[in-house]
């Protein structure tokens, strides 16, 4: 039996939680830790035996659902067998060879190579170092500038969190550092002007790009990084033409596109990649996330025959590659992650959530539309948001002091969706694993509609 008071005393006096507000927490006012117990599927279920959907899956990751016993079998036999080596000076082992090579047959784009880490933002930091590297190799050294977007989500160490687009993440701890540059968010409701197509819009935004890179110095601007569907900045989908638009000024520029797969990969938008899904030819691709569906820390950083072709011939003359990680490669970590492609591909579970994914935009539109607060209704496959506003026809939004999309999310939980209140504006957004039935999807779409539904009665009481 699990003494929940010892637990959550001992978690209150000694872990440091992301994201938590600490005085609140330290001081129990905003409650004790949840404690997670067990999961299965897309349920999850605590110490006080409450059992929650989750409806965002971890944190977009949890792809095959929890419980799948395929997975741990797959970790136990390689604990077994040799729980740890290295892969520095060419070490290997035969999971990570596995590994690398499926994720170079299936990447997205050219792909030449795999170099592994253990989150998304330790994938970012190695692809900010491959950009410098290169274009050192390549006898541009001014040529070393990122350019991200506004709302653009990249990780939380000190070089990704500056690539990182959101100020929520900079403030106070002295972030972005010089070398990081944002231009405009890809997000047709709030980004165009009266009138302006979707088209016109992601020209506007291609031509913005293409000014700051001017400003600046082509000669300074190594990369440009982006998320196929921007994710944590708010959930939303590219609008018509805007990859296309923004490939051309990147060729035009010789400035290499790093493409962050972390939320998109191995079949969250319907498709293998979001880049497969837009047509996007990436020179560098980061994923995490999804590759092992969370049941063990890994990341990557796949690199393109165009990038690893300069730094294979500038070997000789510079030595050894000198970048690496404890744990980079870990064959646990690799065993997992082939245990779970398996269960993606054997399972297709990239076209399930494309088929799932359009009941489950469909039905969050034919419940949330008719709702006075509802600005928006946006996703793909199965990434969506419901944005909320105090004026529709104006756009107008609410008084961020009501947090009215962290009180939505809150009632829901307390109906046992647990559905995410994002960080940018009053927005509820979902990603549940990649497993939900239709039947389920219809339940998190009414126990997310009860939950909006009473926070605006309580709106109207004020």
């Given amino acids: 039996m699990i003494d929940i008071k010892t637990i959550a005393e001992r978690d209150r006096a000694n872990v440091l939680h992301p994201f938590t507000q600490l005085k609140g927490f330290a001081s129990g006012k905003i409650g004790d830790p949840t404690i997670v117990t067990g999961g299965k599927g897309i349920y999850i279920k605590d110490a006080a035996g409450r059992t929650y959907i989750d409806a965002f899956a971890g944190l977009y990751c949890v792809n095959i659902g929890y419980g799948r016993t395929e997975v741990a079998a797959a970790i136990a036999r390689q604990a077994y067998q040799l729980a740890y080596y290295h892969t520095y000076a060419a070490h290997t082992t035969e999971e990570l060879a596995t590994l690398s090579d499926r994720l170079v047959r299936m990447a997205p784009g050219k792909a030449s190579k795999v170099f592994f880490g253990v989150s998304g933002s330790d994938a970012n930091e190695t692809q900010a170092k491959l950009v410098w590297y290169y274009n050192n190799l390549r006898g541009f050294p001014k040529k070393k500038k990122i350019i991200s977007r506004e709302r653009g989500y990249h990780g939380c160490s000190v070089f990704s ?16 550092f010089p070398g990081v540059l944002h231009t405009g968010t890809p997000h047709h409701y709030w980004g165009a002007e009266p009138g302006e197509t979707e088209d016109a819009f992601s020209r506007r935004r291609a031509a913005e790009l293409e000014e700051l890179i001017e400003r600046e110095g082509p000669e300074t601007i190594g990369a440009f990084i982006a998320e196929p569907v921007l994710g944590t900045g708010g959930v ?55 590759l092992t569906s969370g049941y063990m820390p890994l990341s990557g950083a796949i690199i393109s025959e165009k990038v690893y072709a300069v730094m294979e011939q500038a070997a000789d003359r510079v030595g050894a590659f000198s970048h690496g990680y404890t744990y980079s490669g870990h064959p646990i970590a690799a065993a997992a992650a082939n245990a779970v492609l398996d269960i993606v591909e054997l399972e297709r579970l990239a076209d399930r959530a494309r088929v799932v ?106």
């Fill in 236 to 290: 939303a989908p590219p609008p018509m033409g805007y990859w296309p638009e923004i490939q051309a000024v990147l060729r035009r520029y010789d400035v290499l596109l790093i493409a962050d797969e972390v939320i998109c990969g191995f079949g969250r938008t319907g498709a293998d990649f979001g880049s497969t899904l837009y047509g996007i030819e990436p020179d560098l691709v980061t994923v995490a996330k999804g």
């Fill in 357 to 462: 994914g359009i009941h489950f935009q469909r039905r969050l539109n034919e419940r949330f539309a008719q709702l006075e607060i509802v600005g928006e209704i946006r996703g793909v496959g199965l990434l969506a948001a419901v944005e909320f506003v105090l004026d529709r026809q104006t756009k107008r939004r609410f008084d961020p002091e009501l947090k009215v999309g962290a009180r939505i999310s809150k009632v829901a939980r307390d109906r046992g969706l647990i559905a995410r209140a994002m960080p940018h504006g009053d927005v509820l957004g979902f990603a549940p694993p990649l497993v939900v039935s239709e039947a389920e999807i219809d339940e998190i779409v009414d126990l997310a509609y009860q939950a909006t539904k009473q926070v605006m009665d309580e709106l109207a009481k004020r």
């Fill in 161 to 176: 969190g500056s690539m990182t687009g959101i100020s929520f993440y900079h403030d106070h701890m002295d972030l972005p």
